[in-house]
């Protein structure tokens, strides 16, 4: 998408779709709008369509994402309970990145509507710092605040200790759930 014309309907989307494919980390809208010569709108619209087709593009507070299989990307994929208050939120998270593993999502039960799930995709403690900097700006709430503080994260690592040693810190710092 070097020149710069603009693209249409789906040679843009197939475009689109190499370049989130290709890419490890998420794309906002707005770069990928700039680089098809179109509005960002246009984008949210494309990314539906291909959503619609069952792409499994997801949009984080990074930008959007393309998400191979674990086993594609020889992750191990594992889903832990939490419960704590909004002010270890950052403890928690960092306590996960620092020992290399991403939190896919964070998942919680809602009474009305049953089973929420929000992408949170994040990996360092830059991305971290990024996302709980939106949280406070835009004065959102956590899902986690839905549920009195019970939550679950799907998590992804290369490793299976990785996961157990995140288990074992989250475990000392009081936050992980487990069963009595």
């Known amino acids: 998408m070097s020149e710069k014309r603009k693209l249409f309907g789906e040679e843009r989307r197939e475009i ?11 794309i906002t809208g707005s770069a990928l709008a700039q ?13 539906n369509l291909l959503k619609a087709r069952n792409e499994p593009i997801i949009a984080t507070s ?10 594609e990307n020889n992750q191990i994929e594992k889903t832990i309970v939490c419960l704590h208050d909004r002010f270890q939120a950052e403890e928690e ?9 991403t939190v896919k999502n964070v998942t919680v039960e809602h009474p009305i509507y049953g089973e929420l799930t929000a992408s949170l995709m994040v990996s360092n403690r830059k991305e971290v710092r990024e996302f709980l900097h939106k949280v406070s700006k835009t ?15 799907t998590l992804l690592a290369s490793t299976k ?3 157990e040693k995140v288990e074992q810190e989250l475990k000392k710092a009081g936050i992980l759930l487990e069963e009595n």
């Open 16 to 26: 689109l779709l190499n370049l989130l494919k290709e890419s490890e980390v998420p």
């Open 35 to 47: 680089k098809a010569h179109v509005s960002r709108q246009v984008i949210v619209g494309d990314i």
């Open 62 to 71: 990074q930008g959007y994402l393309y998400m191979k299989l674990p086993q």
């Open 93 to 101: 998270l960092n306590i996960i990145v620092d020992h290399g593993v």
């Open 139 to 153: 004065k959102a709430s956590l899902l986690a605040d839905l549920t009195s503080g019970i939550h679950l994260h």
């Open 161 to 163: 200790e990785a996961i």
